[in-house]
């Protein structure tokens, strides 16, 4: 198993359901409000995801964490 599938592996076990919507609606291009009203939740509580998310990615901006996440095959 090469490193970035091991990578992506751990990754998937450590985010939550709620956390790969999230990641999908990141790597849409979605702001935090679009994927509050896409997900039925506060702007905050996708914020909140959102800064999860980009930890445990450990990336520095929402294109990085997009970024990391399609290189990672964690999306389609």
């Known amino acids: 198993m090469s490193t970035s599938m091991y990578i992506a592996l751990l990754v998937m076990v450590a985010l939550t359901r709620r956390e790969n919507d999230v990641l999908r609606l990141i790597v849409q291009g979605l702001s935090n409000r679009e994927i ?13 995801h959102v800064s999860a998310v980009m930890f445990k990615l450990d990336a520095r901006n929402r294109t990085h964490c997009a970024v990391r996440a399609l290189r990672s095959n964690l999306v389609d």
């Open 36 to 48: 509050a009203v896409e997900l039925t939740i506060r702007e905050s509580t996708a914020r909140d």
